[in-house]
């Protein structure tokens, strides 16, 4: 589920859809959602929202890289040290990709990154 969604709203899965429901076939089977926007993940960021938007997209847009190196890629004024500091803050190998991080571990690195002072 993408984290963005999941930031702003708790998915529920409301139906599964078989893949013979479509035409041509796909090769998994779907789901319908609910997207209950009135309980957005507890660990929000209201005053780093436009950060987390912002490393979450940096960190997918190099999905073949580290997270350490994407996040380098994406701010570039943002030195090695410090972001191999606030990946061990976070409990966060910075030798990972962005797919296997949570949405917990993707709002430590935002706030930690914003108490570092490089945006």
Do not use: Q
């Not at 899965?13 to 609910?34: H, Q, R």
């Not at 190998?93 to 430590?108: Q, Y």
């Amino acid at each position: 589920m993408n984290l963005l969604v999941k930031y702003h709203a708790h998915p529920r899965p409301l139906l599964e859809v078989s893949k013979d429901a479509f035409s041509p076939k796909p090769n998994v089977n779907s789901m319908v959602i609910e997207l209950d926007f009135e309980t957005p993940h507890p660990g929000r960021l209201l005053n780093n929202e436009r950060y987390f938007k912002k490393i979450v997209k940096g960190a997918f847009a190099h999905r073949r890289k580290t997270m350490v190196n994407s996040l380098k890629e994406m701010s570039p004024s943002l030195d090695r040290e410090t972001l191999l500091e606030v990946m061990k803050k976070c409990g966060t190998d910075p030798g990972r990709r962005a797919e296997t991080l949570d949405i917990d571990e993707f709002l430590c690195l935002t706030s930690a990154l914003a108490d570092s002072d490089w945006w």
